[in-house]
């Protein structure tokens, strides 16, 4: 069982910067991929980013890819999302996920096992 607890999410100005947080309850954090996700109103969960567990590689949603880092902390069994030049278009619920499969398609919302609470992010123009 892992749980994950997201912070960081806010109210911000469009181009303003947002880092959102993800603390993981687990001994074995370096075991799971890390990704993020995120919905907005009326609209499916899409996939943002993700983390490699194996060689620490990151993918990136062709949304956000140049402006949306992720990164993480084994130490602090934590990973973040660093949103810079953010849009009205990413207001949503981002979510933190983990997945223990070895090999898995990170961008596929069905393959984690884990899902945080969620937090709320909203761009204003």
């Known amino acids: 069982q892992v749980q994950l607890v997201e912070s960081g999410g806010g109210l911000v100005q469009a181009g303003d910067s947002l880092r959102l947080s993800c603390a993981a309850s687990t001994r074995t954090f370096s075991n799971w991929h890390m990704g993020w996700f995120r919905q907005a109103p009326g609209k499916e969960r899409e996939f943002v980013a993700a983390?490699?567990?194996?060689?620490?590689?990151?993918l990136y949603a062709d949304s956000v890819k140049g402006r949306f880092t992720i990164s993480g902390d084994n130490a602090k069994n934590t990973v973040y999302l660093q949103m810079n030049s953010l849009k009205p278009e990413d207001t949503a619920i981002y979510y933190c996920a983990a997945d223990g499969d070895y090999y898995s398609d990170l961008r596929k919302a069905r393959n984690y096992d884990y899902w945080g609470q969620g937090t709320q992010v909203t761009v204003s123009s």
């Open positions: 983390r490699s567990r194996s060689d620490l590689t990151t």
